[in-house]
């Protein structure tokens, strides 16, 4: 295990230094050295012109990967409905089929949701598993765990993904450690590697300014979870034949957990979902000014976002919070509103289809994201917009 | 009551610097930091401890340096640290990292909470948390906003999903991830500085975890990184100045032009 290195080979180009991502070359007495900064990641064998840098890797007991079979999506439900995202998730795994050609099975639990799920036919998936059952009703890690780990059990995928929500990223993690599998959180694009069939996870890390392609060669299924808003909702199908396949709770369930309470987060944000955003930053100076954003918003049909300055302040609830320590969003409009726009920040909403940016000083690092980029004070130009949009019927 | 928080030394900012050149990341100069959302499961776990007594634990997994980090822990206020670093576990990805923290917590023992943050800010998966408690077989609850109270072994909290809080009662033990909802993180005293100095920080190995070496490091790491590089995304935008009169007019032509009008 490691990276070895074959001093006779090594003419000390020192290209493998540069490569390392993770400054873990050195050169010590005339020698290249590899600290214990190095992640294995392999780059520097793959730069080596002169194979002097070889990766060792224990020999694995392998499993039989050929009988894993089938894209498997996750189709989430809130609140007793099939949630959009699941459709998008039909779609990635739609566009994993065209290369890799084996059958779109989506995985649904919840209660009275059996009709339901023939939309997901209706829009590409061959077989639709579904647990039609009152555990179900809210969500529960373990016993979703519990219920998705025992279906790949028994019919065992090539390929799971599923959003990477609140309740994907919550309870997917569980399912790969008991299968036993790898699994790549908040993925912007997965596809299939045409010479070698595995899934390449394309994700970002720090907070987007360093991307990775990842894979997972030797365990399956190869499992993903999949930011919101990357791919499309999947389109209606012409030739609508695929089947339902129920299952039941053949498993043990332990149901630790009570939920006693529920409450509502005013302005509806589920930021992740909203195809506008209307974001207010420092430059609202009090919370009440929030105000004028929520008209915006609301007169926008969209949600309301925060930079983390709104949100630390006390004007505005962290739900609202978008960025590193917040939400990552990735609406059609965002219209950050005196937000100066931290890295931070950036990275929350940098990917938005169209940024809009107001703000009264003309170096703002949020313009340099900006599709249009405002330089004016938002007291004076969003009531006028407000007016305006009112004066044309609102949306 | 015995209260285990599990924390990570991270690159400070997102700011990742590339040599335009080379494209080699820069690091230098770079300072490492506690994980921030990690500061929020340290001060919950000192919280606990004030408000329900007990000990309190912090550990860590990473290269040497990574003590420093255990040791900023213990200036906040936690009793013991334990860092975890063999160049075995090096190359872990999520499903070893989880399981190399969980043998550890087994051998700390008699646990009753473990607390971890919700994500880090340079990997940000959030699958570290879940991973733990699955291999110890406990129950989890992620994106905790408040802890409630703990009565006998009874523990209520609230936790955040995308459109409500939930209150949530589960018995002990569990494992828990927060959000920085849940309090402000706390300034180190200087007893504790002092203390925190002074203190023995024990480094556990591979051998001393037991369990199965090949499921450490990049050995039982399923994943594997093929390629990486670095981003910037910059916008052909246009910025506009003027009346404010104009500014609005200028907004609502974009908007009607996308079509939200």
Known sequence: ?395 | MKIIVCIKQVPEGLDVKVDPETKRILREGVKSIINPYDLYAIEEGIRLKERFGGETWVISMGPPQAESAIREAISMGIDNGILLSDRKFAGSDTLATSYTLSLAIKKIGDFDIIICGRETLDGSTGQVGPGIAEHLGITYITYVSKIVDIKENEFECVRLMEDHYEVIKTKLPVLITVTKEINVPRIPSLKNMIRAKKIEIPIWKAENLGGDESLFGQDGSPTRVIDVWTQTIKKEGRKIEGEPELLAEEILNELKKIGVL
């Not at chain 1, 290195?5 to 007495?29: H, Q």
């Not at chain 1, 012109?49 to 999506?73: C, D, H, M, P, T």
């Not at chain 1, 890799?100 to 649904?108: K, Q, R």
């Not at chain 1, 950036?346 to 980029?373: C, E, H, R, W």
């Open chain 1, 1 to 395: 295990m490691g990276i070895k290195i074959i001093y006779e080979k090594c003419n000390l180009c020192k290209k493998c230094i540069e490569r390392c991502p993770f400054g873990a070359i050195e050169i010590k007495d005339n020698k290249i050295v590899i600290t214990e900064k190095c992640n294995l990641c392999g780059l520097c064998v793959k730069i080596c012109s002169e194979k002097a840098l070889i990766k060792e890797e224990k020999e694995k007991a392998v499993i039989n990967l050929s009988q894993y079979r089938g894209i498997w999506f996750f189709a989430e439900t809130r609140h007793g409905e099939i949630a959009p995202v699941s459709y998008e998730m039909l779609n990635a795994a739609k566009k994993l089929k065209v290369k890799l050609n084996e059958e779109i099975c989506g995985v649904c639990f919840g209660e009275n949701i059996k009709e339901k799920v023939k939309t997901l036919l209706k829009k590409g998936a061959n077989k639709v598993y579904v647990i039609d059952d009152a555990v179900f009703c809210e969500f529960k890690e373990e016993i979703y765990s519990k219920a998705m780990s025992y279906l790949i059990m028994k019919y065992k995928p090539n390929i799971v993904i599923a959003a990477a929500t609140m309740i994907g990223r919550s309870f997917i993690p569980s399912v790969a450690v008991k299968v036993k599998t790898g699994l790549t959180a908040d993925c912007t694009d997965v596809d299939i590697d045409e010479k070698t069939g595995l899934l390449i996870q394309t994700r970002p890390t720090f907070g987007g300014n360093l991307m990775a392609k990842i894979i997972c060669e030797k365990h399956r299924p190869q499992m993903a979870t999949i930011r919101p808003k990357i791919f499309e909702p999947a389109e209606d199908e012409e030739d609508v034949k695929g089947e339902i396949i129920e299952e039941k709770i053949e498993f043990e369930i332990e149901d630790r957990i009570n939920i006693c309470g529920r409450e509502k987060i005013e302005n509806v944000v589920d930021l992740q979902e909203a195809e506008i955003i209307v974001s207010g930053g420092r430059g609202l100076k009090d919370g009440k000014n929030f105000d004028i954003i929520k008209e915006l918003a609301d007169l926008l049909n969209g949600a309301v976002g925060a930079s983390r300055a709104a949100v630390d302040s006390g004007w505005i609830s962290y739900p609202h919070q978008v960025g590193q320590t917040g939400k990552t969003v990735k609406p059609k409009i965002y219209i950050a509103c005196g937000i100066s726009g931290a890295i931070q920040h950036l990275a929350g909403m940098q990917t938005s289809d169209y940024i809009i940016a107001i703000n009264k000083d003309p170096d703002a690092p949020i313009f340099k994201v900006a599709n249009l980029g405002v330089v004016g004070d938002l007291f004076e130009v969003i009531p006028i917009l407000i007016k305006k949009i009112k004066e044309q019927g609102g949306k």
